[in-house]
């Protein structure tokens, strides 16, 4: 069943400004946890806000559930908003801040009672309460808010940059548990945010944002190794750009001045590629793209290159089951053919 459908929506702030957000058409299904990513400004979190009736569109379309809301507010909508902030209630309790959403419905007390200290249980915080926000951690509040937002049963969970106020360690494991009580509870979740890694971790589908458009949707696979241009391909992952030609009879791509003896199946023609770091791959000087290390860095699971190359700058990651080349070292370079990706359009 579509949970959520946006049907040509257009959002300007200013009617003599331009679009913020420009034709957006896409549904979403019930249990089905879809992130919106991009950089600042590409127009993610006023379509969440348009989501939740705390903003209204200029033109097109908001469906939830099959019911047009395009004019509805916050309180006729069947949604819930996690902020960044948390926004709890400093003065309210633990198990207060959780039942204000009911107590706003009118649940009588009992029953909100109840129902918050059953959500509180599901996002492992029982016992805690009668504790005030400031007693507790950040991946506390960070629950807390969470449990509010599912208190009131909503059919779809919205939720803007929730991980970015924790520091690496409890973002990693905040991201794995909301995913596992999204995928336990069947819930229909859109969530916003601007780390790649963050949205790969938790999505069914992401949809990449620039611009006010969708520069691509698909699962976190599908745009990590079929990007549709170098703005996709450069915000999943690191990419590097390098413009290349194909050469016309097969004769394989000319990467600066090394033929790399890759047969794509692409008629000939300049293209760019966008070359992970691990897409590299090293061979010994005078075979390959010739490159110079100009130093070597530890990361724990992989060694971090920096090159200096024809190209310009270049830098790849290899296993730490090798010994790295020294630095001032001259090696070659290769590439894997298997998770190069190669557009077949120039973007800006």
Not at 13 to 21: A, E, K, L, S
Not at 119 to 124: F, W
């Amino acid at each position: 069943m579509t949970q959520l459908e946006f049907i040509d929506v257009y959002k300007c702030y200013d009617p003599q400004g331009p679009w913020v957000i420009e034709g957006i058409n896409f549904q979403i299904e019930q249990g089905e946890l879809v992130t919106l990513l991009g950089p600042s400004g590409c127009g993610k979190t006023t379509i969440l806000r348009m989501m939740a009736g705390l903003e209204q569109s200029s033109r097109g379309r908001i469906l939830m559930a099959g019911r047009d809301v395009t004019q509805t507010g916050p309180a006729e909508r069947p949604v819930s908003m996690m902020f960044q902030s948390y926004a709890l209630f400093p003065h309210l309790r633990v198990i207060d801040n959780v039942m204000y959403g009911l107590r706003m419905q009118q649940v009588p007390e009992s029953q909100a009672r109840a129902r918050a200290q059953t959500v509180l249980k599901q996002v492992g915080l029982e016992g805690l309460d009668a504790r005030w926000p400031g007693e507790l951690s950040g991946g506390q509040q960070q629950r807390v808010a969470l449990a509010r937002a599912l208190v009131i049963e909503p059919s779809i969970l919205l939720f803007d940059e929730p991980l970015s106020n924790l520091d690496a360690r409890l973002r990693r494991d905040m991201r794995q548990e909301i995913r596992d009580l999204q995928q336990r509870l069947g819930l229909t979740v859109i969530y916003v945010t601007h780390d790649q890694s963050e949205a790969m971790a938790v999505s069914d589908r992401i949809m990449v944002m620039n611009r006010g458009r969708i520069a691509q949707q698909g699962s976190p696979r599908t745009l990590y190794q079929q990007p549709v241009d170098a703005f996709v391909a450069s915000f999943m992952g690191e990419a590097m750009l390098i413009p290349a030609e194909i050469l016309a009879g097969s004769q394989g791509i000319r990467v600066g001045s090394w033929i790399w003896p890759h047969k794509p199946d692409q008629d000939a023609g300049p293209v760019t590629l966008a070359v992970r770091p691990e897409s590299w791959q090293l061979s010994p000087a005078g075979s390959g793209l010739a490159a110079s290390v100009l130093g070597c860095a530890f990361m724990g699971h992989v060694y971090e290159l920096s090159l200096e190359t024809e190209l310009g700058p270049l830098w790849l990651q290899c296993s730490t089951q090798v010994t790295p080349p020294a630095t001032g070292e001259r090696i070659g370079l290769t590439l894997n053919p298997g998770v190069v990706i190669l557009p077949r359009t120039l973007s800006d």
